[in-house]
T-cell receptor, first 114, second 112 residues
Framework: EPEVTQTPSHQVTQMGQEVILRCVPI?????FYWYRQILGQKVEFLVS????????KSEIFDDQFSVERPDGSNFTLKIRSTKLEDSAMYFC????????????FGDGTRLSIL | AQSVTQLGSHVSVSEGALVLLRCNYS??????LFWYVQYPNQGLQLLLK??????LVKGINGFEAEFKKSETSFHLTKPSAHMSDAAEYFCAVSDESYIPTFGRGTSLIVHP
């Protein structure tokens, strides 16, 4: 069964540095998402992306965050100047466009900000 | 606005016993409801979903859930727990956007 893949599985970064988290969605999917899960807390929606533009974003997704689909396969989340509170698991998800299709999640990237 | 409440951050059962994980939701529109499972160091895997139609929904690994509109509930059950069921379970609600709002999760512990 096709999977959403995320790299790296663990990223350690100094505070203030830029970080890029990468995702390869399922190939025929058209909707893409990023979520984060701070340790011990619930999974929170960050942003959704469709037709090469952001379709929805949450309050968490401020100016330090950006998303991009640089080619036909990758979907990236960039955090421009990381803060300690950005430490979390970041999940990518994708969905097809037929009715009632659920989202398929990747295994996540654990981001640790030092 | 939508929200999900999962009662009990931890549920402990013996192998072979009934599993019941509780979920109540709040939604201003007809809800789409989901249960996801998260095994250690893995992403979220969809167990089952309710969108329309039959209110008793069967999912993978022997799990099922029933949508009860009058109780705004979507509890997850499994007749007989297996050791491999030990994981974190998340209930979620969405509207037609399919962007789920997750509950805080319930950790299922299965004792031999």
């Amino acid at each position: 069964e096709p999977e959403v893949t995320q790299t790296p599985s663990h990223q350690v970064t100094q505070m203030g540095q830029e970080v890029i988290l990468r995702c390869v969605p399922i190939s025929n999917h058209l909707y893409f998402y990023w979520y984060r899960q701070i340790l011990g807390q619930k999974v929170e929606f960050l942003v959704s992306f469709y037709n090469n533009e952001i379709s929805e974003k949450s309050e968490i997704f401020d100016d330090q965050f950006s998303v991009e689909r640089p080619d036909g396969s990758n979907f990236t989340l960039k955090i421009r100047s990381t803060k300690l509170e950005d430490s979390a698991m970041y999940f990518c998800a994708s969905r097809g466009d037929t009715e009632n299709q659920p989202q398929h999640f990747g295994d996540g990237t654990r981001l640790s900000i030092l | 606005a939508q929200s999900v409440t999962q009662l009990g951050s931890h549920v402990s059962v013996s192998e072979g016993a009934l599993v019941l994980l509780r979920c109540n939701y709040s939604s201003s529109v007809p809800p789409y409801l989901f249960w996801y499972v998260q095994y250690p160091n893995q992403g979220l895997q969809l167990l089952l979903k309710y969108t329309t139609g039959a209110t008793l929904v069967k999912g993978i690994n022997g799990f099922e859930a029933e949508f009860k509109k009058s109780e705004t509930s979507f509890h997850l059950t499994k007749p007989s727990a297996h050791m491999s069921d030990a994981a974190e379970y998340f209930c979620a609600v969405s509207d037609e956007s399919y962007i789920p709002t997750f509950g805080r999760g319930t950790s299922l512990i299965v004792h031999p």
